[in-house]
């Protein structure tokens, strides 16, 4: 039964004492490119690697790399964050509708406070309204900053000239002080 390697293993060799074959494998590199998945078909060899852990009996158990790791952790924690931002703007642009189905304003208040693993409720289709714009010095509320990114919140500080922090806590405290005291 084969055998696969990690991607970053080029050769191997298993002398006949230690139970291999003696000759040297090589990953094959047909036109000079070494093949993405190589499959190593060597009883004697085999039987070794089997309980090495940079082979692997399946092809989708062959051990990543450190490399694709990392990759493979970024990659994900970037897909995390662009859904969390894209359902804060949905949650965001629901609530321009003006008032929500109450299974919906709970799901909105769990994502707000950090639990990014909310179902989404069944809604009933919204009464159209017209939403008026807002004037460019409308002073926002309070469910207006807690519904903010944090960029908005540094852009909503500079223009008050308040100070920007990387806290959201801090920045929204800030911004809070500073629209109570213009009231």
């Not at 406070?113 to 179902?119: K, R």
């Not at 540094?154 to 405290?173: D, F, P, Y």
């Amino acid at each position: 039964m084969p055998i696969f390697a990690r991607n970053d293993l080029d050769a191997v060799a298993i002398s006949v004492s230690a139970g291999g074959c003696g000759d040297v494998h090589t990953r094959p590199t047909p036109d000079g490119a070494p093949v993405k998945l190589w499959r190593l078909t060597c009883p004697g060899c085999e039987n070794v690697l089997r309980h090495d852990p940079n082979w692997a009996t399946q092809p989708h158990q062959v051990p990543e790399t450190p490399d694709e790791t990392e990759i493979r952790l970024d990659v994900e924690s970037r897909g995390q964050v662009e859904q969390a931002a894209s359902v804060a703007q949905a949650l965001k642009d629901l609530a321009k509708l003006g008032d929500l189905p109450a299974a919906l304003a709970a799901a909105m208040s769990q994502f707000m406070a950090g639990n990014t693993a909310v179902t989404a409720p069944a809604i009933e289709a919204p009464v159209e309204k017209t939403v008026e714009p807002e004037p460019e010095d409308a002073v926002p509320t309070a469910n207006d900053l807690a519904h903010m990114s944090m960029a908005q919140l540094k852009n909503l500080a500079v223009k008050l000239g308040v100070g920007t922090t990387r806290s959201r806590t801090e920045q929204l405290k800030l911004l809070y002080e500073a629209l109570e005291t213009s009231e």
